[in-house]
């Protein structure tokens, strides 16, 4: 039940510092530092809706409220796939094979995730 409050705290502290970025900046003016603090509220922020809707899903579906330190694990992989494709379209690269490969890459770290822990 902490680790809930933690997830949503750091999910809501990453949204609005992304709303608050892309209101007041642009992305010429922000330089790198800029750049990289956007991808990480970003990933943040996906991380903990990601991770709150795989909770949700566990509960209902299996009847099991306990949300172990592998499943936290299965989450950070899943939300590191939107930041790949945020990558992929900065460099106007979005096309079948590229979903295709970011899909692998996700499945091949899920799998590494599930074996290794």
Same mark, same amino acid.
């Not at 680790?3 to 003016?29: C, D, Q, W, Y």
């Given at each position: 039940?902490?680790?809930? +409050?933690?997830?949503?705290?750091?999910?809501?502290?990453? %949204?609005?510092?992304?709303?608050?970025?892309?209101? @007041?900046?642009?992305?010429?003016?922000?330089?790198?530092?800029? =750049?990289?603090? @956007? %991808?990480?509220?970003?990933?943040?922020? #996906?991380?903990?809706?990601?991770?709150? #809707?795989?909770?949700? @899903?566990? +509960?209902?579906?299996?009847?099991?409220?306990?949300?172990?330190?592998?499943?936290?694990?299965?989450?950070? =992989?899943?939300?590191?796939?939107?930041?790949?494709?945020?990558?992929? +379209?900065? @460099?106007?690269? =979005?096309?079948?094979?590229?979903?295709?490969?970011?899909?692998?890459?996700?499945?091949?770290?899920?799998?590494? =995730?599930?074996?290794?822990?």
């Amino acid at each position: 039940m902490k680790h809930n +409050r933690i997830i949503v705290a750091i999910g809501i502290i990453g %949204f609005f510092s992304l709303l608050i970025m892309l209101i @007041f900046t642009s992305p010429t003016e922000i330089g790198p530092f800029g =750049v990289l603090l @956007f %991808f990480t509220t970003v990933y943040a922020t #996906l991380f903990s809706i990601i991770s709150l #809707l795989f909770q949700t @899903f566990k +509960r209902i579906a299996f009847k099991n409220p306990n949300f172990k330190n592998k499943d936290y694990l299965y989450s950070a =992989v899943l939300a590191f796939a939107p930041i790949m494709l945020l990558m992929a +379209r900065s @460099f106007n690269a =979005v096309n079948l094979w590229t979903i295709s490969l970011i899909t692998l890459f996700v499945a091949l770290a899920e799998f590494l =995730v599930y074996k290794r822990i």
